[in-house]
């Protein structure tokens, strides 16, 4: 049974640039979850997927967007890189109306 | 708004002795608390969930919480520390009735050592 799975492992972009990360969820979940975690820091809620639309936001500009596919994978844009976008970017996927939340290996994006 | 504090950002035990990493939620209404592990340039893992059920919450690894409603505490325990628990753990909440948004703590670093 895969778990959830990340793409790319590692990105270098440089400022002002734009990115694209990828997430496929574990086998049976339909809700995609995407955080960003800086360095010594918690991760941070960025917003959620659910049935190809975004159900929840958190405190990030519009910079930040996404999409969810019919098969349940989902992307994450980050358009105009600033420097301290650097971070690791954790998918987490899960099953509506459950809350237990299964993270993926994470893509550790360095913006120069 | 719903949060977590995690008190202590490192913590340092030796090897066999007990590990305790302290939580304390803020919410309303009832959550729902989890402890995950994160490992050197990993994602993180669950450790063990509370969802109002039992208030003592076994985990994998050895690893137990207690929810106490009067302290609003969700510390982690393990009774004998191992090397290879050497790593960040952080906890979160979410409150029930929402679009299921994990809200996490700073992390706490826990080192072991012989």
């Known amino acids: 049974d895969a778990g959830v799975t990340q793409s790319p492992t590692h990105l270098i972009k440089t400022r002002g640039q734009q990115v694209t990360l990828r997430c496929s969820p574990k086998?049976?979940?339909?809700?995609v979850s995407w955080y960003q975690q800086a360095l010594g820091q918690g991760p941070q809620f960025i917003f959620q997927?659910?049935?190809?639309?975004?159900?929840q936001r958190g405190n990030f500009p519009d910079r930040f967007s996404g999409h969810q596919f019919p098969n349940y994978s989902s992307e994450l844009n980050v358009n105009a890189l600033l420097l301290g976008d650097s971070a690791l970017y954790l998918c987490?996927?899960?099953?509506?109306?459950?809350?237990?939340?299964?993270f993926g290996p994470g893509t550790r994006l360095t913006v120069t | 708004a719903q949060s977590v504090t995690q008190l202590g950002s490192h913590v340092s035990v030796s090897e066999g002795a007990l590990v305790l990493l302290r939580c304390n939620y803020s919410?309303?209404?009832?959550?729902?608390l989890f402890w995950y592990v994160q490992y050197p340039n990993q994602g993180l893992q669950l450790l063990l969930k509370y969802t109002s059920a039992a208030t003592l919450v076994k985990g994998i690894n050895g690893f137990e919480a207690e929810f106490k409603k009067s302290e609003t505490s969700f510390h982690l325990t393990k009774p004998s520390a191992h090397m290879s628990d050497a790593a960040e753990y952080f906890c979160a909440v979410i409150v029930t009735g929402t679009a299921s948004k994990l809200t996490f703590g700073t992390g706490t670093r826990l080192q072991v050592t012989l």
């Open positions: 086998s049976g979940h339909d809700t």
């Open positions: 987490a996927s899960s099953l509506a109306g459950h809350y237990e939340q299964y």
């Open positions: 919410s309303s209404v009832p959550p729902y």
């Open positions: 997927y659910y049935e190809e639309e975004e159900r």
